[in-house]
Structure formats: C-alpha cells, structure tokens
C-alpha cells in the first residue's frame, strides 16, 4: 500500500496552518470554482455549496487513495454576506457594521475519501467591542485585513476587537477542526494513525 495524501483544496496558509497544528503531513491544491451567490441561497447553504465545490473539484484532479479537505468562510451579519473587502472605503464600512455588535461566522467544510463527500457547517458567534474610526484606518494599514473574510483575522491583530466567542475558535479562523476530524473519521480515517508519520494512514481500500 502506498502512503496516503491529504490533499488541502484551498491556498489559504490558516487553514494549512490548523492542520499543520493537528501534527498531519498536508499537500495543498488550489482549486478555482464559481463563487456567486445563487438566489435565494442561505449563507449556510452557500459555504456548504462552496465547500462541496471544492472537494469535488480537487477530487477531479486526483486518486480515489487520497484524502480532501476543502472549506469556505463568510461572515454574516443582518442576513448580509460580507466577503474580502475590496478597498478601504469597502472594509471601513464592514467594520462600521461589526463594531460593538454580534455577528455569526459560518465556514462550510466538506472532506471526501474514495468516492465519498460528507459537508458541514460551523456557526459561531462573535461579539466586537466598539471599534474606533483611527483604529480601523490602522487596521487597514497593517494589512491584515485584505484578505479576510468580513475584514479581519482573529488570530491576528484582529483579535483585539473581540469580546466574546460563541463556537469553535478555529471554525472562525478557517478550518473547524472538531467537526472536520469527526467527519473523516467517520469515513474510516484514522488521523491518530496519520499523526504517527503516515503508517496506517494509507488504506484506500477501506476507504472505499
């Protein structure tokens, strides 16, 4: 039996980084897919479907012996999807809608072994404490915020402007590692076995 991938369907280097944390050996793949949302789409419906995309779309490019990881990250708040500001005028806004309120991470995350997808997703809620316009415009400036979903990272500086978390503190980072690790181990993937250096970690054909 040859040893087993885990392939990661996404460039982000957070989510490399929480599975790096887990101790797993992780190739990553970048995989482009159609990011729109479809109308009348929930947002948990559009991260699962994102999510979904991603694992399928990475599959198509590789062996029924590797493992997927893919994953999509929104924030929400009244019902309003903010993605990756796109200038500063665009982040200064989302900010302005975060600040001293609660809003719900949602990261859709689908894993697929063999010929098999399973998707969830995490919702966690995240209260910001009132966030003042000369921090926000420094914020910008450090940027950390270009690249993140709903303008900030909480494992940055981002992480400064909240007060409470309700959920999984990963989950919001990118990668839900709870329910990620219970999904593939319900595929039979015994990632205990992969944290050992591979060894055990490589049977295909129970995957299947």
Request: glycine letters at 12%; proline letters at 2%; hydrophobic letters at 40%.
């Amino acid at each position: 039996m040859s040893e087993a991938r885990i392939v990661l369907a996404s460039a982000s280097p957070r989510r490399k980084a929480l599975l790096d944390q887990l101790g797993l050996q992780v190739e990553v793949m970048a995989v482009e897919i159609e990011e729109a949302v479809r109308s009348e789409e929930t947002p948990s419906d559009y991260v699962a479907r994102l999510a979904d995309d991603k694992a399928r779309a990475a599959r198509a490019r590789l062996t029924d012996d590797c493992v997927v990881i893919a994953a999509d990250t929104v924030v929400v708040i009244d019902d309003v999807i903010l993605g990756k500001p796109a200038d500063r005028d665009a982040f200064i806004e989302m900010l302005g809608l975060l600040s001293g309120r609660t809003h719900a991470v949602l990261t859709g995350v689908s894993v697929s072994v063999g010929g098999r997808v399973r998707t969830a997703v995490s919702r966690t809620s995240v209260r910001f404490r009132n966030i003042a316009l000369h921090e926000m415009e420094a914020y910008w400036e450090s940027g950390e915020p270009k690249d993140k979903a709903g303008g900030y990272g909480i494992q940055g500086v981002g992480g400064i402007f909240v007060e409470r978390l309700e959920g999984s503190y990963s989950g919001v980072v990118g990668l839900p590692l709870a329910e990620t690790e219970q999904m593939l181990t319900g595929l039979g993937v015994d990632l205990w076995k992969c944290r050992e250096g591979g060894a055990g970690c490589e049977d295909g054909a129970d995957w299947r």
